[in-house]
Nanobody
Framework: QVQLVESGGGLVQPGGSLRLSCVAS????????LAWYRQAPGKQRESVAA???????TYADSVKGRFTLSRGGAANTVHLQMDRLKPEDTAIYFC?????????WGRGTQVIVSS
């Protein structure tokens, strides 16, 4: 059974940082394309950052230069380092893994940026 479990969310002040992690079981992350999405209240889910199996990364314009996506030291982890957070980054953040026509989602972790 495949599971993606996100962690690291929380409440942070504007300008602060958080590091989200996604740990997978049941699949080998190394060959999967991975991504973080987020969904703010009343808005559609949007892509935040993605990394291919060959470690090519892309970022949404809104987070470019502030967020960094990387594969973890352990084989089945991926991290999203989020710096200089803004109130508009408030959302539930989801981990996504795609391989061919198959994809999996985690249940999400809440990020609230507020003073």
């Amino acid at each position: 059974q495949v599971q993606l479990v996100e962690s690291g969310g929380g409440l942070v002040q504007p300008g602060g940082s958080l590091r989200l992690s996604c740990v997978a079981s049941g699949i080998n992350f190394g060959i999967w394309n991975l991504a973080w999405y987020r969904q703010a209240p009343g808005k559609q889910r949007e892509s935040v950052a993605a990394i291919t199996a060959k470690n090519f990364t892309t970022y949404a314009d809104s987070v470019k230069g502030r967020f960094t996506l990387s594969r973890g030291g352990a084989a089945n982890t991926v991290h999203l380092q989020m710096d200089r957070l803004k109130p508009e980054d408030t959302a539930i953040y989801f981990c996504n893994a795609v391989y061919g026509m198959t994809d999996y989602w985690g249940r999400g972790t809440q990020v609230i940026v507020s003073s």
